[in-house]
């Protein structure tokens, strides 16, 4: 049976949710972002203990089949968004392709469920991502751009300030200024 589960954003949230498997008796348990399949039906009782145990580290078990589309439909725009020099195929073809669903009806289910565009979701984890490179502090600005799929450092630029209020350049100097860094 699948599970769907939300909020898993790494491999570090998979081996999590392995170690949950595996202590309530599921060893065998396949598992990727937003998802794991266990071979045996479980009880309501095991669905509700392994939902208090996810909500312990912070996931949580999907039981609606649109808040579970949500959920896939975020992990594959937080794909697109990571792959470097972004993605041969639009957004709306990655998503179909991904999904095997069509765009439109993605979109309007995305759209009602979380307020946002699946667009404005997209831009908002390419500019996660570009603050993750700026904070790396190896790359510049070109670098950034290319890798996060922009087509230019102004246009990452603007996206940026309109997003968090700073100009990424800005956004370094905070970093750079950060009392943690200084520890």
């Known amino acids: 049976m699948r599970l769907n589960i939300r909020n898993m954003v790494c491999e570090r949230c998979v081996m999590a949710v392995r170690q949950i498997l595996a202590e ?6 396949e598992i990727a972002l937003g998802w794991a399949k266990i071979p045996t039906e479980p009880t309501r009782q095991w669905l509700d203990d392994f939902d208090k145990r996810l909500r312990q580290i912070g996931f949580e078990l999907i039981e609606d089949p649109e808040a579970a589309l949500v959920e896939q439909i975020k992990i594959a725009v937080q794909e697109h968004a990571r792959k470097d020099g ?12 991904h999904l095997h669903q069509d765009y439109r009806r993605l979109s309007r289910i995305f759209s009602a469920r979380e307020g946002r565009t699946i667009e404005n979701y ?6 996660e991502r ?15 751009a ?32 950060s009392p943690i860094d200084k520890i």
């Not at 972004?86 to 392709?97: F, H, I, P, R, V």
């Open 24 to 29: 309530m008796g599921e060893p065998q348990a």
């Open 86 to 97: 972004g993605c041969n195929l639009n957004l709306s073809a990655c998503l179909e392709e």
């Open 122 to 127: 997209m831009v908002a984890q390419r500019i």
């Open 130 to 144: 570009v603050k993750e490179l700026i904070s790396e502090g190896v790359h510049t600005m070109t670098e950034i």
């Open 146 to 177: 290319y890798r996060t799929g922009f087509s230019s450092v102004a246009h990452m630029s603007r996206l940026f300030k309109q997003s968090t209020g700073m100009t990424p350049t800005q956004y370094l100097d905070v970093l750079d200024r």
